[in-house]
C-alpha cells in the first residue's frame, strides 16, 4: 500500500516538473527563465561552453539605453533558462564610456582558447550622442557568465584599405558635401569608397554587429558600416580583442543590418535585414564559399504568410544546436520601441532547400522537429 502510494506521488510529481519544464519553443509569446520572470536578453547572441548554452543580450526597460547592461542566461536544452545575472554592468562613472545611459546593442560573446578567456564585444554608442559615435566595444572575462571587465571601444581598421579596394578610388578627392544623397552619382560614390575614405584614418562605422568564429579559431567581426551602407567583415586578432586590418566588404551599398553568419558543410552563410530602424522587413540571405567573398545574394529567406516582415522581427543570431547536424535555430528580436522590455524573441528552425536557408513560421516547435 504504502509502495503503491510512494509510486503515485513519484508520478505525480514527474508530471508537475515536466510541466513547469518548458519543452517546447513559442515564438512572440513572454519567455519565462526558471525563476518565474520574463527573459531580458534582446538582440541576443549565444554561446555553446561546457555543455552548457549561454544567451547574452542587452537589458532593456522602458527605454532603449543601457540602464543595467548585458544579461546573461544559461541552459541545457535551450528551452529553460537560469538567469545568471549582468554580465557587463554599466558604469555610474560619467567620465566611462559605458555609462549608465549609453547605447549597448547586439552583445556577443566568444570564448578564446589560447588566453583561455570570454570575449564580448557589442555595439556601443556614447551617451546622448544618438547613434552618431558607431563604435564597437570589447570586454573581458575569465568565466562565461563574468563578471566582464570592460576593455576599449573601437571605430574598425583605421588605416587599412579593405581587400579589392581599387587603386584609383583610394585617390578619388570627392567627398560627401559634393553629393546629393540618394542619386544614381551618390550611389556609385558610396560602391567607390566615398565613406570608406572618409574614415579612413580615424577608424570606420560599426553598428549592428557579430562575431563568427571558424574552425581553425580565427574570429571574425561584421559591422554595418558606412552609414549603413555596406557590411564589413574584419579579422580580429588571435586574442579576439583588437583588429588585424584586413576586412572586406559584403554587398556595397546594399544597406544591410543585424547580420547573422554561420556555416554549414563548409560554406559560409550570413542572414542580415534591410534597414528600417525598429520596424520589421524581409530578411536576406547570402552565401560563399570563402569568407572573404564573393557572397551571392539568395534572397529572403523568410516563407509564407510574414515573411515580408521576416515575421515581424529582426535577425540577431543563428544557433547551430549541439550534437544536432544540420540543426541550425534563426533567432530574431520583434521590437516594442515604445515599451522596449515587451520586445520578444523569434527562435524559428532554419532549414535548407535546395542549397538555401529557409524558415517558416510555427506557433510552437520543438527540437524534435528537426528531421
Ligand atoms: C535597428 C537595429 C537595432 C537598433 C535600431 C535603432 O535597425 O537593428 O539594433 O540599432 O535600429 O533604431
Redesign the pocket.
Known sequence: MKNKKNILFYLLLMSVLSWMNAQEFHPGEIWKDTQGNPINAH?GGILFQNNTYYWYGEHKDKT?DARIGVTCYSSRDLYNWKYEGVALAVSNDPGSEIVSGCII??PKVIYNKKNKEYIMWF?LELKDQG?KAAKTAVAVSKTPAGPFVYVKSYNPDAGHWPLGFKEEWKHKEITEGDLKGWTPEWEKEVQEGLYIRRDFKNGQMA??MTLFVDDNGKAYHIHSSEENMTLHISELTDDYKGFTGKYALIAPGGQN??PALFKKDGMYYLIT?G????DPNAARSFRAKSIWGPWESLGNPAIGEDAETTFHS?STFVLPVHGKKDAFIFMADRWRPKNPIDGRYIWLPLEFQNGRPVIRWKDHWSLKDFK
Not at 275 to 278: A, D, L, Q
Open positions: 538582440g532603449n546593442e547586439r555595439h547613434y553598428r549592428d543590418e543585424a535585414s534597414c528600417t530602424s525598429w529582426q
